[in-house]
Nanobody, 124 residues
Framework: VQLQASGGGSVQAGGSLRLSCAAS????????MGWFRRAPGEEREFVAGISWAGGMKTYADSVKGRFTISRDNAKNTVYLQMNILKPEDTAVFYCAADRTRGVVRSASYTYDYWGQGTLVTVSS
């Protein structure tokens, strides 16, 4: 499975960005998907996850109410809509796929496939 993340960029605080992650080479519709991020000098952290059919979603406390994860299985794509961005959201964002159905997990070691990352920079 190959994952290609895109949509990163530079934005001012309070602005919005929409990240996309396109999957190929596997059965996307059966995978739970997650977004993670790594800020400069920090560990990678979970941001949001969505179940294979989109019925379950989970978010890190730091992004609840601001970020929304969604997916389009017909397009093999998962999205992360990010609103009210803050400077502390600055990070490289990664999408990941978890082959285990029926759950949405936040631990990075449970994910099987990873995209290459897209940089989000939020200025104050």
């Amino acid at each position: 499975v190959q994952l290609q993340a895109s949509g990163g960029g530079s934005v001012q605080a309070g602005g919005s960005l929409r990240l996309s992650c396109a999957a190929s080479g596997g059965t996307f519709r059966t995978y739970a998907m997650g977004w993670f991020r790594r800020a400069p000098g920090e560990e990678r952290e979970f941001v949001a996850g969505i179940s294979w059919a989109g019925g379950m979603k989970t978010y890190a406390d730091s992004v609840k109410g601001r970020f929304t994860i969604s997916r389009d299985n017909a397009k093999n794509t998962v999205y992360l809509q990010m609103n009210i961005l803050k400077p502390e959201d600055t990070a490289v964002f990664y999408c990941a796929a978890d082959r285990t159905r029926g759950v949405v997990r936040s631990a990075s070691y449970t994910y099987d496939y990873w995209g290459q990352g897209t940089l989000v920079t939020v200025s104050s």
